[in-house]
């Protein structure tokens, strides 16, 4: 069982890769802390990197798993480039379960972050061939069940972004918030939010449980979710090119 965290489809996206791959079937992780996965004798967790962090969403789902002590378990990150603390600090939550984590790796693909800056992250699609080979190693590991750990240790500047200080910034800067002069209701950013934190009625309101991770901002059609009050042009809205809309809805 592949279970995945996703905004924009790189997660989703890489979790089907190694899937199809692997003969292996994949499962939001909002959906898996549902169900009783200690049958599974080998479990992948999938899901990008926040601020040289595992997503806050995922540090707290994760201990909620009930996986078996006795699986391959491999976590894979698909990050814009530094996956610093995201696979030491699950790995620990495992690891206090009892749970060890056997393989690790990380893959670089298009920031959707980078749209906050004013850069367009489909200008970083390159990344799909120049990694391709490192995700055909990656899925020869998973296939051989190789034990290996590659990111897995200690980074002191995940752990400067991951102080209390630095965690306001993080949520100043990237919490998105709906600009009602331009929403028109239409209940996309509802359905992709893998949160389940938006509410739309006549106008869309983000809730109290966002972890920043821009699936509403980038599917708006009509960029009406800003952060920071700034407008996003619709050419910088990212989604993974092999993901649909209604593949994020299934969250
Ligand atoms: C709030 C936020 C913070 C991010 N921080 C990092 C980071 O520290 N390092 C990095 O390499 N990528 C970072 N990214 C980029 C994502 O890890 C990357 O685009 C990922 O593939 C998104 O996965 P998804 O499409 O499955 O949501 C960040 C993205 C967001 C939304
Ligand atoms: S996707 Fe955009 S337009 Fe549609 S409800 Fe959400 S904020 Fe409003
Ligand atoms: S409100 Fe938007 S940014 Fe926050 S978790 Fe939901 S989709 Fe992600």
Request: charged share 25%; net charge positive; glycine share 6%.
């Amino acid at each position: 069982m592949i279970i995945y965290f996703s905004g924009t489809g790189n997660s989703l996206a890489i979790a089907r890769q190694i899937a199809f791959a692997t003969n292996d079937s994949t499962l939001p992780l909002t959906e898996a802390v549902r169900r009783d996965l200690t049958a599974e004798r080998r479990i992948g967790l999938v899901f990008p990197s926040y601020d040289f962090n595992a997503p806050p969403a995922v540090r707290n789902l994760v201990p909620r798993l009930k996986i078996s002590a006795d699986a391959h378990v491999y976590i894979i990150i698909p990050c814009g480039a530094q996956a610093g603390n995201s696979i030491w600090s699950v790995r620990r939550l495992l690891r206090e379960k009892g749970i060890e984590v056997r393989y690790s790796h990380k893959i670089r693909v298009p920031d959707n972050s980078a749209i906050v800056f004013g850069r367009n992250p489909n200008d970083q699609v390159w990344k799909f061939t120049r990694f391709s080979d490192r995700l055909k190693n990656i899925i020869n590991d998973i296939k051989a069940e190789r034990k290996r750990l590659h990111f897995a240790w200690f980074s002191p500047l995940g752990w400067f972004m991951g102080t209390d200080r630095m965690q306001q910034w993080m949520l100043r800067t990237f919490r998105p918030a709906v600009n009602e002069d331009k929403c028109i209701g239409c209940g996309i950013c509802e359905r992709v939010c893998p949160m389940r934190n938006i509410a739309v009625d006549e106008k869309a309101g983000i809730g109290p449980h966002c972890t920043a991770c821009l699936a509403c901002l980038h599917a708006c059609p009509q960029q009406a979710v800003e952060v920071g009050a700034k407008p996003s042009p619709k050419t910088h809205q990212y989604r993974h090119p092999d993901i649909k809309l209604k593949d994020l809805s299934l969250q």
